[in-house]
């Protein structure tokens, strides 16, 4: 009996240690960096989006081999002729001309017609290949926006806190410092003002992060939360995208172009519904004892008595359809190619105006903190001066952030909108 009880609580200790373990792997990984890569991978892999999406393409890919097929085969059951009045009124053996029917139909689609039903849903399943594509784009380049967003929000905020603290630290010490003769009584507010400044840009990066959390929640779950880990390279692209004839190949751009196609294979198809399915029949009738047995064979060709207000005009209607579409996607290109290269300009002048700033501005903030610091220190300046020249430094690496966090919006349009949409 007691060893039952040491046994099973032996099992109870394995079954607690076995969860706390489990509980502080999970606790752990909760605060392993996340990726860029490895936020995008999660969000296409968790799309229900881009699942329903796969199920379309196969339900098209089915849909094709169908109408390759010709129709089933249709039995025919009957009985002709059958008396409903007189001596042998419902008696299927009596009358001579009564007769108990069986037979085959079959409608005859032409190998023409049916290679053009295969490719038009083919068609639609390059569609729909290129939709998925496209959305996968599309959920790749918001995912990368958001944890770009997030990544120089978390930045920014370190700044302004930093400003903050230091601030704070000035305002904590002003007594003393107005004592010593080192800050002027009016230098108070200048100081309580930049930090109520600071503190309100602080909440607004703040905000930033929390929305961008929130579009990461979205596609990435419980996975959101953790930090985000190094920035990627937001100067270089897949390819160079110089070349506006790349627009034509983004998914969204191939995705219309097959839709062009499937307007085409309509109008195929609906000329070639001017040649009328022809279907045949035979059956075999069966009468009583006394009479002989029939086989009867015929066969059934459409007669198109109105052609030109039936199938003409459906003709000319899917023409028209055809030259609309291949309207509609000459616009869709163009706009793409407009789109990309004007984003794809102001992404090279924020880089060269990053680049810029960099070198030449943050200098220039720096020796002014310097200059006004030794000036605070001999005592021939003051407190304010101090405060805005560090001021003037957050605000420099605040642009630099917002360059740098408008170039990898851009970045991010560019590299998975055209840049991988346009590679096989």
Not at 13 to 21: D, K
Not at 279 to 289: A, D, I, K, N, T
């Amino acid at each position: 009996m007691s060893f039952s009880f040491q046994n099973a609580m032996c099992s109870i200790g394995r079954a607690i240690l076995w969860s706390l373990a489990s509980i502080s792997i999970s606790h752990a990984q909760s605060f392993v960096p996340l990726s860029l890569d490895e936020a995008l991978s999660i969000a296409t892999t968790r799309s229900p989006s881009l699942s329903a999406a796969s199920q379309g393409i196969k339900a098209s890919q089915e849909a094709a081999i169908v109408g390759s097929q010709l129709p089933d085969p249709v039995l025919r059951l009957g009985v002709d002729n059958l008396p409903v009045t007189g001596p042998d009124s419902w008696r299927l053996t009596n009358d001579f001309m009564t007769q108990r029917r069986i037979g085959i139909a079959q409608e005859f689609v032409s190998e023409e017609k049916r290679g053009l039903v295969r490719r038009r849903m083919e068609l639609d399943a390059q569609r729909q290949t290129a939709a998925q594509r496209s959305l996968a784009a599309d959920i790749r380049r918001d995912v990368a926006a958001a944890w770009v967003g997030r990544y120089y929000a978390t930045k920014s905020q370190a700044l302004l806190k930093a400003l903050e603290a230091e601030i704070d630290l000035q305002l904590r010490t002003f007594d003393s410092q107005l004592r010593a003769g080192k800050a002027a009584a009016s230098e108070l507010s200048v100081a309580t003002a930049a930090l109520l400044q600071t503190q309100d840009r602080l909440q607004v990066a703040k905000k930033q992060e929390r929305l961008a959390g929130l579009t990461l929640k979205r596609w990435l779950g419980p996975d959101a939360s953790r930090p985000s880990g190094n920035s990627p390279d937001i100067e270089k692209l897949a390819i160079d995208l110089a070349n506006p004839e790349i627009a034509s190949n983004a998914p969204a751009v191939l995705e219309h172009a097959r839709e062009r196609d499937m307007s085409q294979a309509d109008l195929e198809i609906t000329q070639a519904a001017k040649k009328p399915n022809w279907s045949w029949e035979v059956s075999y009738s069966q009468r009583g004892s006394a009479y002989s047995n029939m086989v009867s064979v015929g066969v059934n060709i459409p007669l198109f008595t109105n052609a030109a207000n039936k199938q003409d005009r459906d003709i000319s209607a899917k023409q028209a359809q055809v030259e609309q579409a291949h309207a509609m996607h000459e616009d869709i290109v163009r706009e793409a190619q407009a789109n990309m290269a004007s984003s794809y300009t102001e992404w090279q002048s924020l880089i060269a105006r990053r680049k810029t700033l960099a070198t030449a501005l943050l200098p220039v903030v720096r020796q002014r903190i310097d200059l006004t610091l030794a000036a605070y220190r001999g005592g021939q300046g003051n407190l304010a001066i101090v405060l805005e020249a560090r001021r003037a430094e957050v605000e420099a690496q605040l642009q630099l952030l917002d360059l740098e966090r408008e170039t990898a919006r851009l970045w991010a349009q560019l590299q998975y909108v055209y840049a991988e949409g346009a590679q096989p």
